[in-house]
């Protein structure tokens, strides 16, 4: 079988971004630890940013918003936060050479690729670049451009179609539970690359086909490769 390609068409990839592609989760939590403070929330912890790994932005605000009692509405508080990423982001933002190897590859074998996120479209186009990563994906999809966010399919689905491919013929490389539940949800394999790597049980039980146990540590672009095209 032809690298890209799969039993049925072309196997196209789409990657989560922020802890997936590039370690953006602590730029995340710095965003959002100043936002809060700014509307009286002085002490939210590294470990309560954990809790909403691979949840999208606007969803994690709601729930914070209605945690803390906020007053400002939710599309304040997203502006709020994307502003601050995306300077943060600007800044510093670092692919996970691995991942980087990953999406070279797949571009060089011209298998189709997205990325679809829970972040912003502004965040997106700012990380991609600021990483080095730009040029390398033929579509990007926000979850402001869908009406759900992850764990529902929306965002993989919307990718699928933009791509040209049927989810079938889709592979997701994700590094949190509500993503990997999006995959399955929308009918596309998935590899699985914990951020926490004691969710690894988490990524089995919705259905990921490949799951690299130790996280980014244990990630291989080559081993990755080779059971995205069928080369395994």
């Not at 990563?133 to 759900?148: I, M």
Request: proline fraction near 6%; include cysteine.
């Amino acid at each position: 079988m032809l690298a890209g390609m799969s039993a049925t068409g072309p196997t196209a990839v789409v990657f989560d971004l922020d802890g997936t592609l590039v370690d953006s989760e602590p730029n995340y939590y710095e965003a959002g630890r100043r936002v809060l403070a700014r509307h009286g929330v002085p002490d939210f912890t590294w470990e309560d940013h954990a809790g909403f790994l691979g949840v999208g932005t606007r969803e994690t605000l709601r729930t914070l918003r209605a945690r803390y009692g906020l007053a400002a509405p939710v599309a304040e508080l997203l502006a709020e936060k994307n502003a601050e990423y995306v300077r943060l982001a600007r800044a510093a933002t670092e692919a996970y050479p691995q991942m980087r190897k990953l999406a070279e590859m797949l571009y060089a074998a011209g298998c189709p690729t997205a990325v679809a996120s829970g972040s912003s479209r502004a965040a997106i186009e700012a990380v991609l670049p600021a990483a080095g990563l730009d040029g390398l994906f033929t579509t990007l999809v926000s979850a402001e451009e869908v009406a759900r966010g992850k764990p529902e399919p929306d965002v993989f689905l919307a990718a699928a179609r933009r791509l040209g491919v049927r989810p079938a013929d889709c592979t997701v490389v994700e590094d949190a539970p509500p993503g990997w539940e999006a995959a399955r949800r929308a009918g596309m394999r998935c590899v699985a690359v914990p951020y926490l790597p004691e969710q690894a049980d988490e990524a089995v039980a919705a259905g990921a086909g490949l799951v690299f146990r130790g996280g980014q540590r244990e990630f291989s672009a080559e081993r990755a490769f080779a059971w995205i095209t069928g080369a395994a």
